[in-house]
């Protein structure tokens, strides 16, 4: 691992503990910022990866698994490299994973690309939220709130990257399933679990203005290694997760977005909703049905609750 050398103004652990305390009061709800509306700290987080220092070994999976408590194996098991015959996205039980690309300058040396959920500066996924269950924090990182979820799963559509997955093999709790970057950890003045891991200083950590001046750098100083393109630096407006590498991010699986903010596209969702003519009496008795079979489903372990469902004029009546 490797935390940004250009970090003088901002010591580690008052930036970790910055970052920690806005997430747990941002958990309280005291400070909850909305996508669109309330400017990010400066302080905010950024994480650079650089995929020509990748090497592959897969060890970030295997630590952010551990870090969440899902089936991770043992890490040895993970220099199997039969796992790259196939292109795999993170998912239920893998919040990232590495895939090996095809490098043409030297066969022999592949590419390795890690992906997880890119923090978006303004994400898409919060702004589709119609209950507020995912928050963009101050911080940079976007995280998901189980008490709020209704499991309506709009996030799932309105992710440009499709990174949000719903643990749909759960008969009790399914949670929403995304990379958190490690937000308990960091609470406890601790590196998220990938980037305390790796080994050959593939992800950079830090504040994003200086990660970005670190990408900027590595460019300038080796322009034959690297295009001019950092990846998330603008797209969808920026991204907390940002990459450099040798070739272009279309040929990374990586792709090609418009700077322009997703938000517009998930607030759609929600308009879409009132423009084919679902009153909002309505709109809040369907999400007072689909929340009460949620919690009836968390806590019951069942898809068929018994009872009265509430309907339209109960909702009238509140
Ligand atoms: S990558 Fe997708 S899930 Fe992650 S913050 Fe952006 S919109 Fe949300
Ligand atoms: S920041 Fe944490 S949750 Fe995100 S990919 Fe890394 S280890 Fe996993
Ligand atoms: S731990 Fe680092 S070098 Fe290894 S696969 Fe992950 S990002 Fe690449």
């Given at each position: 691992m490797i935390y940004i050398?250009?970090?003088?103004?901002?010591d580690r652990r008052n930036f970790l503990k910055t970052a920690a305390i806005g997430a747990a009061s941002l958990t309280l709800g005291s400070a909850t910022v909305k996508a669109a509306d309330k400017p990010l700290s400066d302080d905010r987080i950024g994480i650079l990866v650089d995929t020509t220092a990748c090497v592959g070994c897969r060890h970030c999976e295997w630590a952010c698994r551990t870090a969440h408590g899902l089936p991770a194996g043992e890490l040895e098991s993970y220099s199997d490299n039969s796992v790259f015959k196939e292109y795999r996205r993170p998912g239920n039980e893998a919040l990232t994973v590495v895939n090996e690309f095809e490098n043409e300058k030297n066969p022999l040396l592949p590419v390795f690309v890690k992906s997880q959920c890119?923090?978006?500066?303004?994400?898409a996924c919060v702004s589709a939220c119609i209950v507020g269950a995912l928050t963009k924090n101050e911080d940079g990182s976007v995280t998901w709130n189980d008490d709020k979820c209704i499991g309506c799963r709009y996030c799932m559509v309105a992710c440009q990257f499709q990174i949000p997955t719903y643990e749909w093999q759960k008969s009790i709790d399914p949670h929403i399933m995304k990379c958190d970057l490690c937000s308990e950890r960091r609470s406890n003045g601790k590196l998220p679990a990938c980037i305390e891991i790796c080994p050959n200083e593939a992800l950079l950590f830090g504040k994003r203005s200086d990660v970005l001046k670190a990408a900027k750098n590595k460019i300038k100083r080796k322009p034959d290694t690297y295009i001019n393109h950092i990846y998330?630096?603008?797209?969808?407006?920026?991204?907390?997760w940002m990459y450099i590498a040798g070739k272009k991010f279309d040929k990374l699986k990586m792709p090609p977005l418009g700077t322009a903010t997703a938000p517009g596209i998930s607030e759609a969702i929600q308009h879409g909703i009132f423009a084919y003519f679902v009153p909002p009496v309505t709109l809040f008795a369907l999400l007072g049905t689909m929340m009460w079979v949620t919690k009836w489903k968390k806590t019951n372990g069942s898809d068929e609750p018994k009872g009265k469902l509430p309907d339209v004029n109960d909702e009238k009546e509140k």
């Open positions: 050398e250009h970090m003088n103004n901002i890119m923090h978006c500066e303004k994400p998330g630096e603008h797209e969808v407006g920026g991204t907390t």
